[in-house]
């Protein structure tokens, strides 16, 4: 692969590293941590990577918190 069509790949991967970053600060922002948020490392194999955030695993008590902070901002 030649440098010019690694820019582009470059790119996606900053975006997608952002991307997690700004969850991870949201999500911080009301007390929850997702331990394994990371980017997943087989979206961005290849010459075309295709970067995707790998929210991960986490504790039952954390998905419940979660899913009570989603509840009150969609009601």
Same mark, same amino acid.
């Given at each position: +692969? @030649? +440098? !010019?069509?690694?820019r =582009? &790949?470059?790119g /996606? #991967?900053?975006?997608a590293q @952002? !991307?997690?970053?700004e969850?991870r600060? !949201?999500? /911080?922002?009301? $007390? #929850?941590t997702?331990?394994?948020? %990371?980017l997943d &490392?087989? %979206?961005l &194999? $290849?010459?075309? =990577?295709? =970067?995707?955030v790998?929210? $991960?695993r *986490?504790a =039952?008590e954390?998905?419940?918190?979660? !899913?009570?902070?989603?509840r009150r *901002?969609? $009601?």
């Amino acid at each position: +692969m @030649e +440098m !010019a069509e690694r820019r =582009p &790949a470059t790119g /996606k #991967i900053r975006e997608a590293q @952002e !991307a997690r970053d700004e969850l991870r600060t !949201a999500l /911080k922002g009301v $007390g #929850i941590t997702l331990p394994s948020l %990371s980017l997943d &490392a087989v %979206s961005l &194999a $290849g010459d075309f =990577p295709r =970067p995707l955030v790998d929210l $991960g695993r *986490c504790a =039952p008590e954390v998905a419940r918190r979660l !899913a009570e902070v989603l509840r009150r *901002c969609s $009601g």
